[in-house]
Each structure stands twice: as C-alpha cells, then as structure tokens.
C-alpha cells in the first residue's frame, strides 16, 4: 500500500524482492516478483506519483531478450 492505502498490486500471490526506487521525471517506481502466472516468478513494476496515484497499469514490456557476450554494456 502507498499514499491513502491504494493498493499498488491486489494480485493473489506473494511478492518478493520488493524496490522502491525514484522515477526519472517525478514520483516512484514500486518494482516487484510473483508467482501469479504459473511456477516461476515474473517481475512487475507499478508507477506512482507523488502524491499516491498509481499510473496507468497495462502491460508496455512484453518480453526481454539478453544479447550474448554483451557483458550487461549500454
């Protein structure tokens, strides 16, 4: 819960390795695991300004694919 006790996710499962970290315009990023779709955990993020409100929840992200031998380099 966040703000006025606005839930940020009311999915049945647990969370796990929950993150609060600061937006790069205003407010927060509240980032998160569950296991709401099946045996393995899924990461989750919700936008939250500064004032409680929660942005818009659809999904943008749909998959990641890691390119081999990058090293994690931009």
Known sequence: MVGDGNAVCTAAS??????LVPSTSVGWI?????Y???ATRDIYAQN???YGYLGDMSPRILSVSDVPGDEGAA
């Open 14 to 19: 647990a969370k796990y390795f929950s993150h």
């Open 30 to 34: 509240v980032v998160w695991e569950d």
């Open 36 to 38: 709401r779709n099946g």
């Open 48 to 50: 939250v300004d500064p």
